[in-house]
């Protein structure tokens, strides 16, 4: 299945900064979405780091095989990945004496024929448009979150509390990612978003967007950051569209 990607990363418009980071390889069919956390540049780092880090290992993972894996066995590089750069993150933050550590959200998807498989730790985000539906294909890993299954009640997200992590990239203990295989059908599109997006531009809102920029990702990435900075930008914007032909 032949695909079409494009991806934006914008600063926003109250950050002096940008903390998020975006790794695209299409040939690969690898895409990525980090936002930094630590500040005075240590979100920065991390963020690039996880992106730079996590890209390559499974880049040169994939490149080393000469047939089509299963998917335990991609599972595997995805969440082995994952949990290399965690202990790199880590023990950066303690050599650069970042007393209060530094790190990362991440998600991703490694998009091969007619399937994808998708990563994540924090509260990255990455939706599934099909058939004019927008459906999150992640859990935020947040207090936030927690709190919600535990009153069963759906958090709108504004809450500062409700952004502490439960999961990050930096984390002294293993992260145990979420892992998710999905078949793919021709039409679909992937959001790959940091929560510069989804806490300026509720589901609804996205789904407008996809739809009046006919779902072109180049179109659709553009306004995506548009709509969250006019909504007030208040983070860090990072997207990436994915669309299946």
Known sequence: MAIVSAHKCDIGQRRTQNED???????????????????????????????TTVGQLITDQLKTESASLPTTAIKEIMVEAIETVNDTVHHAAQEAGHKRGMGSTIVMALVQSSTAYISHAGDSRAY????????????????????????????????????????????????????????????????????GLWDMVNDKQILTELKKAKFDPTQAAEALVA??????????????????L
């Open 227 to 244: 709509a969250a900075n006019t909504a007030g930008g208040e983070d860090n914007i990072s997207v990436v569209v994915i669309k299946m």
């Open 128 to 195: 599934l448009v099909r058939d004019f539906s927008l459906m999150q294909l992640t859990e935020d890993d947040s207090w936030g979150t927690e709190f919600g299954k535990a009153t069963q009640s759906k958090k709108d997200g504004r809450n500062k509390i409700d952004h502490i992590l439960t999961k990050s990239i930096g984390q002294p203990s293993m992260v145990g990612p979420s892992f998710t295989e999905l078949r793919l059908t021709p039409g679909d599109c992937l959001l790959l978003c940091s929560d």
């Open 21 to 51: 980071s975006v790794w695209v390889n299409e040939q690969v069919g690898l895409y990525i979405v980090a936002d930094g956390m630590g500040g005075q540049e240590a979100g920065e780092v991390a963020s690039c780091l996880t992106v």
